[in-house]
């Protein structure tokens, strides 16, 4: 009697399981650095709350996404494409096009398997009717269309970006018709205020919350309830303001039971703007933001889901933001697009079975709508291709921009298990490896670039 017990328990829990797909909470900063927040690096403020989502799931060390630039990896983490696929590259201003409405989203896709969806943040892929979040499967949203610098108050370029004011949406109804320096402190309250309410109003059933936040990315600003209290500048004040929003979110799962039900990814869509130095955060990596190195490239992550992912654990195995969609997909029984797409299922990666090998040969990496390189799908080894990129020549401070010089990097293999800084070309000692990866990197720009050049 008690083995048949056991074995209805167990029943039951499959069938709970199988009627409630789990919640989806994807918080996905703008421009932090990879050692911005504990435990990726030390910094000279607090940031319990990342650190205790870290303890409550497990740290990637290894995450790309595959372009550094704004629009170009919001584009890839919500489609699952790459840029070369989607084309879009680099970072769209205002009324851009953005992510062209044939290429399937990660709400419109949950959307079919009747779940509720919400974004509160930062959407900058697209700012046409067609593309903004209300046509693009989210019942509710909030935030800025694009960067928050794009605005009349920009030090570099205020008379182009004048044109254009820096407009406050709810669900596609513009709420601020001018953001001005008074509201930008309220950006990271506002979304995470909202984030809690919507975890709230629907804790019973399944939900796609997307909390991209305005910030680290420039201009900096922050509340009174954080100004001064890192006692490490302005830059160490918004951090602790989005680690504290990193808390409310959790929380509120929490409070409202639904804690092993809800899958929470951290990360960022690229590396720090290094050209703002204070400003900046902080990689311990190549280069940063704009570049195909992986000061720009990786970004710290963060996966938590109870009795699934495993709790406190860091794993080394590399994965990339195109990986997103078809791993939820998987794990809410959604049909993937119709479409290609070039991310895959990494659940066995996320949940750390023994011995999984990414099922990706390579990751291709870009930066505009030049294709660089490809990353084997181990994360050990990484191909340069030829190509110019910007590095920094002087920092600013302030909120004012330095200057950048151009440099070129020729054909270059790097080991990165044993040199993650990209310091040593290894190619002449590593044949093979380099002739795989230079055949990899050939199909795929004659499959992704091929029509860009004629």
């Not at 709400?107 to 959407?123: N, P, Q, S």
């Not at 669900?171 to 008074?182: A, C, G, L, Q, S």
């Not at 151009?406 to 290894?426: G, K």
Request: aromatic share 12%; glycine share 8%.
């Amino acid at each position: 009697m008690r083995a048949f017990l056991s074995c209805l328990a167990f029943s039951l829990l499959l069938v709970r399981a199988d009627a409630r797909p789990p919640n989806i909470i994807v918080i996905f900063l703008d421009d932090a650095g990879w050692a911005d927040f504990e435990p990726f690096g030390n910094p000279p403020y607090e940031t319990p709350h990342v650190a205790q989502l870290a303890s409550e799931g497990t740290r990637f060390n290894q995450f790309y996404v595959p372009q550094a630039i704004c629009s170009a990896s919001r584009a890839a983490l919500l489609s699952g494409c790459y840029p070369g696929r989607t084309k879009v590259f680099g970072a769209h201003g205002p009324n851009g096009r953005g992510l062209d409405p044939q290429f399937t989203n990660i709400a419109e896709m949950l959307k079919a398997v009747d779940y509720h969806t919400a974004i509160f943040g930062k959407w900058h892929v697209g700012d046409q009717p067609e593309t903004r979040p209300a046509a693009r499967g989210f019942d509710t949203s909030a935030g800025l269309m694009y960067s928050n610098d794009m605005w009349e108050f920009h030090p570099q370029n205020p008379e182009h970006w004048g044109k254009f004011p820096l407009q406050y949406y709810e669900d596609n109804e513009v709420t601020i018709p001018r953001v001005t320096k008074e509201h930008q402190p309220f950006l990271t309250t506002w979304y995470t205020e909202k984030a809690v309410e919507f975890i709230g109003n629907h804790k019973n059933d399944p939900f796609f919350l997307y909390v991209p936040h305005s910030m680290p990315h420039v201009p900096l600003f922050v509340s009174e309830k954080f100004a001064g209290k890192s006692g490490a500048g302005l830059l160490g004040d918004v951090l602790m303001e989005i680690d504290w929003s990193v808390g409310q979110i959790n929380q509120a799962v929490k409070d409202h039971g639904i804690e092993e039900e809800t899958l929470i990814v951290f990360t960022s869509d690229n590396g720090p703007w290094i050209a703002y130095g204070n400003h900046a955060g902080a990689t311990p990596y190549r280069e940063a933001k704009g570049t195909s190195f992986d000061g720009g490239i990786r970004s710290a992550c963060l996966v938590k889901y109870p009795d699934n992912v495993p709790a406190g654990a860091v794993s080394n195995q590399a994965w990339c933001s195109i990986d997103l969609l078809p791993t939820i997909a998987h794990l809410a029984k959604a049909s993937l697009p119709s479409h290609p797409i070039d991310g895959k299922n990494v659940w066995p990666i996320l949940v750390g079975k023994k011995d999984t090998e990414n099922p990706h040969q390579y990751y291709a990496f870009s930066n505009g709508n030049q294709f660089q390189g490809v990353l084997s799908g181990d994360g050990r080894w990484k191909l340069h291709l030829p190509h110019a990129y910007r590095t920094l020549l002087r920092a600013a401070h302030d909120g004012q921009a330095g200057r950048y010089r151009q440099a070129r990097i020729e054909l270059a293999l790097f080991d990165l298990e044993n040199d993650p800084y990209e310091t040593t070309n290894v190619a002449s000692s590593h044949p093979k490896v380099l002739a795989k990866l230079q055949a990899l990197a050939q199909a795929h720009e004659k499959s992704f670039y091929t029509r860009d050049k004629r």
